[in-house]
């Protein structure tokens, strides 16, 4: 016990060092490490002690009573030197002067119990190991600790209630851990001299040692964690150990009748320990300490937004609107490599390559105000502070993380109370983040894939369209000539006057479909014919299939035909699915047929059957006949059904290749019943 004591003296050394070297200049660091040595002291005066009451015998010079009063007089400072770590929290830097001057009454009581304890009205001279006493002084000296420590808890709590940020979780850690702490120690002396358990009063040194360790690790360490969640996490764990040893020994004690050792220790840990793991996992739910229980929710939000907004441009709005409710924060940006600089749409915060806080940055993964705040200075850390400072930023994380060229970074205001961000949920906006990135890029790829099918579509469909424009041009450049010369005539001007117009609106109808194709935009949704925007596409795609001998007859059965969808988009689904059967029917040498049918469901949906009689697809393509870049085909990239499928989701509807068992390819559409 007595090494154990001295590592723990030296462990403090260690740990007040470290504090001090993550951030010298910091008040609290500097608290903590007057902390640090007076704890030292006293775990060494209580070693020597310890020392010096094992090898005490009558009549020799060992003697204990000098270090135990030694001892006590070092703790007779605890509570000042705790006050003062408190008030290191609650003030600025540039007012330490006029917390140690506050600060002199408690320094005074410390005085005060340290001269009691240096007295035989404390410990008499004539104690010894064999024959210990306590005076009367002991008594008050415990008599007035106690009330000091319970003072400050209740200071402490009653300080919280008008703290925020980091300045609550802090004090919440620093006061509650070493009050709590000192109470206990002092507690355990007293019941372990008054009940004479030496064994008991010795591990007095060993709580100091775990809540002051806890206490400089919730307190200086970069990574801020929330008080409520650290205690809720280790009551946690604590009571799973103990359900756990409870119940493998309480089922070996069962089994001792049955199998004879170890076996019944052996089944019993076999049967205990999935258990464990799985109180364990559902636990954590149970309380909401676990990340992935947060990371899952925030992902199945952002694919519903994936699924349902083609525009990347959009969806990162949606996607930074979701942060920014998620999170509470004041705003939300999600900041793109630009080359120069890493800025957002509509964002006026801008993180240039050229400053040195995006190195920094980029090194770290993340960042956020407190977490500078608590490490040692570097040219790096304070421009990144200052950014951050310049625009309210509580949180920055950079995706991949980790990587010196990062393709995102996500950029949270600080949260409208105030709290600072905790390393947990610093940890989930990463893996978001990183989801969010991997989601924008499909998102773009998909647009880029669109526009290039749209393209070929539109490369194929308007050579059919310069046909189908000509003719009405060919009738308005005829009667453009007989006006002149028949201008007189009262039926020429009869004819001229209902045909003109309808020419020119069957151009300005062929030439928006074609615009349509050309610019695609946000699908808006809206109760339509499905039959009249069949009939469009197969005025689009006459031409066409006339060129390729392909007969499309239209078998337009469905009554009623109206669907809740964007026209263009269905009409380019449309026009996808008879390009493919079209070219599909090249190898066939004859009778090229794709008929159209269109037929209602009795809860009010519609289905939309294209059917050619081609080769046929494949039973082992079918699968995939949906995945990008899968393809029967030699030419094209393999998207455009993708595409379709991708289309029709947005819309709620389902596309799919039925076997009918007859000869050619059948695409199904089932569109969903239209809302009222």
Known sequence: MSALILT????????????????????????????????????????????QGARYVPGSDFNPVPWLRGGSIVGAFFPWIIWLMKESILVEAA????????????????????????????????STPDNPSRGLGYLVYNAISVPLYVVLIFDAFRQLRTQTGIRRIEMQFLTFNAGVACLAAILINAWGSYLDM?????????????????????????????????????????????????????????????????????????????????????????????????VATLRRAATEFARSQPSPDKLVMDFEELLRAHYHASFAHLLFDG???????????????????????????????????????APGLVDLRQLMTEHDLGLLVTAPRGHPEPTLVAALGVKTNKRPFTYPEVQQLQEIAEFMDNVLARSRLTLQARQSEQLAVIGLVGA?????????????????????????????????????????????????QLLDLA??????????????????????????????????????????DVIHADGSAIRQVLINLLINSIQALEAQPDNRAIEIFTRSLSNGGVILDVSDNGPGIPAEQRSRLFHPFASTKTKGMGLGLAICADI??????????PELGRPGATFRITFPCPPP
């Open 8 to 51: 723990a003296a030296f462990v403090s050394l260690a740990i007040g060092a470290g504090v001090l070297w993550a951030n010298p200049h910091r008040f609290v660091n500097r608290a903590f490490v007057l902390s640090a040595l007076a704890s030292a002291g006293w775990l060494t005066c209580v070693f020597v002690a310890a020392y």
């Open 95 to 126: 007012f330490q002067r006029q917390a140690l001057r506050r600060s002199w009454p408690w320094f005074a009581i410390g005085c005060g119990l340290a001269v009691l304890a240096s007295t035989d009205f404390f410990i008499p001279r004539g």
């Open 198 to 294: 030496r064994a008991l009063a010795r591990l007095s040194p060993l709580t100091i040692l775990i809540f002051y360790a806890l206490t400089a690790w919730a307190v200086t360490f970069h990574r801020v964690f929330d008080a409520e969640q650290v205690f809720v996490a280790l009551g946690q764990r604590v009571a799973l150990i103990v359900a756990l040893c409870a119940g493998v020994l309480g089922l070996a004690q069962a089994l001792q009748p049955i199998l004879p050792s170890p076996f019944d220790l052996l089944l019993s840990l076999t049967v205990c320990g999935p258990a464990a793991f799985w109180l364990d996992r559902n636990s954590r739910d149970w309380l909401r300490i676990s990340p992935a229980q947060h």
């Open 339 to 377: 080359g120069e600089a890493y800025a957002g749409a509509g964002a006026s915060l801008a993180l240039p390559k050229s400053r040195s806080g995006y190195q920094a940055l980029c090194k770290a993964g993340w960042a956020t105000p407190e977490s500078l705040q608590r490490q040692r200075a």
């Open 464 to 512: 059919s369209l310069a046909h189908e424009i000509r003719n009405p041009l060919v009738s308005i450049k005829t009667f453009a000539h007989l006006l002149p010369t028949r201008f007189e005539d009262p039926a020429f001007r009869q004819r001229f006057n209902q045909l003109i117009p309808t020419e020119v609106d069957r151009i300005d109808s062929l030439t928006q």
């Open 519 to 560: 610019h695609p935009r946000s699908h808006i949704l809206e109760r339509v014919s499905l039959h009249g925007i069949v009939r469009d596409t197969l005025d689009l795609m006459q031409t066409n299939a006339t060129e390729a001998k392909v007969a499309i007859t239209p078998r337009l059965g469905a009554n009623p």
């Open 648 to 657: 029709l989701r947005e819309h709620n509807a389902t596309i799919n290749v």
